[in-house]
């Protein structure tokens, strides 16, 4: 008598983590493109360096602090993606998408609308904005992250 042994095969979490990582840096990259042809490069160069201890305008180093950003809340997005009951909306495109932009935007009310203002309060940073800190600028920004995040998680697991 022969017996057959079922094989369950599953991604590896590296792989769903690595992907959300790239796809929040994607994310940002857009994000913050949008942020300065909408004229708002000061948050990039003096406001996010500021959070840092770095004084301004230094666009480098606030780009660098802004991917690393995207790249944890990427992770955070990983959490949300890898639940039973959204994963099959996350590894695809168009759903991966709807769920990103909605991720994006419930993430501007604690980092731009609370984390940020209280942040750059604590550092003595003169221009920090009010609490809450909740703008259209603020919304368009991080549903575009979200949108892009969510979009492209998928494929980068799959080339991954």
Aim: a neutral charge.
């Amino acid at each position: 008598m022969s017996s057959v042994t079922a094989v369950e095969t599953t991604e590896s979490v590296p792989n769903e983590w690595l992907s959300a990582g790239i796809a929040g840096i994607a994310g940002t990259i857009v994000f913050g493109a949008v942020q300065m042809v909408m004229g708002a490069v000061g948050v990039i160069a003096v406001a996010i360096p500021a959070l840092y201890g770095v004084s301004g305008p230094n666009l480098v180093a606030g780009w660098a602090i802004h991917l690393v950003h995207g790249a944890l809340l990427g992770l955070g997005f990983a959490v949300l993606a890898t639940r039973p009951s959204v994963r099959s909306y996350a590894t695809r495109v168009g759903p991966g998408a709807a769920l990103g932009l909605a991720y994006g935007l419930v993430l501007t009310i604690p980092t731009a609308g609370i984390a940020m203002p209280l942040w750059l309060s604590a550092v003595g940073f003169p221009n920090a904005p009010p609490l809450p800190n909740l703008t259209v600028m603020g919304f368009v920004g991080h549903g575009v992250y979200g949108l892009v995040l969510g979009a492209t998680y998928p494929v980068i697991r799959q080339l991954l």
